[in-house]
Each structure stands twice: as structure tokens, then as C-alpha cells.
């Protein structure tokens, strides 16, 4: 069996789609996250690296959301338990805390790359 010019064009075609396949599957470069806010008058959606307070009018109140270092948490609130605050701060996507008396929704959103961490192991 003789290998032909055109084999070889192949394998090299294959390989250098492999290659940027690889690079770009596992680069360290990391995808926009976005905190978005919802409540039943308004609506946000800031990026993650920025610092803000951002107050969201609900119907029994305001509640304060803050935005630091790379995440976002409910600092305060006008509900009785509280359960917004206590849950503490989000940083990846998907991850989300919710004020339902006062009707306040936030969530992470966006695509990250590189390091994930693991969300839960049963066994």
C-alpha cells in the first residue's frame, strides 16, 4: 500500500483541526458573567467585575443588592425571615438567591471556562 500526497494532506488537515479544537475547548480565557436582577417592575443586568449597590423596589420594600469582588449578594431586605441574606453570595453561573415576599430575583449569568469547581458528589 503506497500513501498518496493526498493522504497525507488529510492527516495534516486532521491534526490542525485537532490542535485548534484543543486550544480553544481548554484556553484559560474566561466567558463574560453578568449578574442579572428581576423584580416585577425592573429589570438588570450588570457585569460581574463591576462594583455597585443596586436598590430594587418589591412590594413590601426595598432590598439592596450588592456587587463586589466578583459576586453578588442581598445584603438587606424588607421580609421576616430573612432566608435572601442568610443564603450569601453567588459567583458562578447559574447560581441564584431569590426574595420572594418581596418578589427580587438575582442570578448569575454568562459562560465561564477554565477551572470549574464541583457543585455536588453523591454517592
Same mark, same amino acid.
Given at each position: 500500500?503506497?500513501?498518496? $500526497?493526498?493522504?497525507?494532506?488529510?492527516? &495534516? &488537515?486532521?491534526?490542525?483541526?485537532?490542535?485548534?479544537?484543543s486550544?480553544?475547548?481548554?484556553? !484559560?480565557?474566561?466567558?463574560?458573567?453578568?449578574?442579572?436582577?428581576k423584580?416585577?417592575?425592573?429589570?438588570?443586568?450588570?457585569?460581574?467585575?463591576? %462594583?455597585?449597590? $443596586?436598590?430594587?423596589?418589591? @412590594? &413590601?420594600?426595598?432590598?439592596?443588592?450588592?456587587?463586589?469582588?466578583?459576586?453578588?449578594?442581598?445584603?438587606?431586605? @424588607? /421580609?421576616?425571615?430573612? $432566608?435572601?441574606?442568610?443564603?450569601g453570595?453567588?459567583?458562578?453561573?447559574? %447560581?441564584?438567591?431569590? /426574595?420572594l415576599?418581596?418578589r427580587?430575583?438575582v442570578?448569575?449569568?454568562?459562560?465561564?471556562? !477554565?477551572?470549574?469547581?464541583?457543585?455536588?458528589v453523591?454517592?
Amino acid at each position: 500500500m503506497k500513501i498518496k $500526497i493526498a493522504d497525507i494532506a488529510i492527516i &495534516i &488537515i486532521a491534526l490542525l483541526v485537532i490542535v485548534l479544537t484543543s486550544l480553544y475547548a481548554y484556553s !484559560g480565557i474566561k466567558g463574560k458573567l453578568y449578574v442579572h436582577i428581576k423584580s416585577d417592575s425592573n429589570e438588570w443586568l450588570i457585569p460581574i467585575t463591576e %462594583q455597585k449597590t $443596586i436598590w430594587v423596589k418589591g @412590594p &413590601i420594600g426595598e432590598t439592596e443588592v450588592v456587587i463586589n469582588s466578583g459576586s453578588a449578594r442581598i445584603v438587606s431586605s @424588607p /421580609c421576616r425571615e430573612k $432566608i435572601c441574606i442568610r443564603s450569601g453570595s453567588i459567583s458562578r453561573p447559574g %447560581q441564584w438567591v431569590a /426574595c420572594l415576599p418581596n418578589r427580587v430575583f438575582v442570578s448569575i449569568e454568562g459562560k465561564s471556562s !477554565g477551572e470549574e469547581s464541583v457543585d455536588a458528589v453523591n454517592f
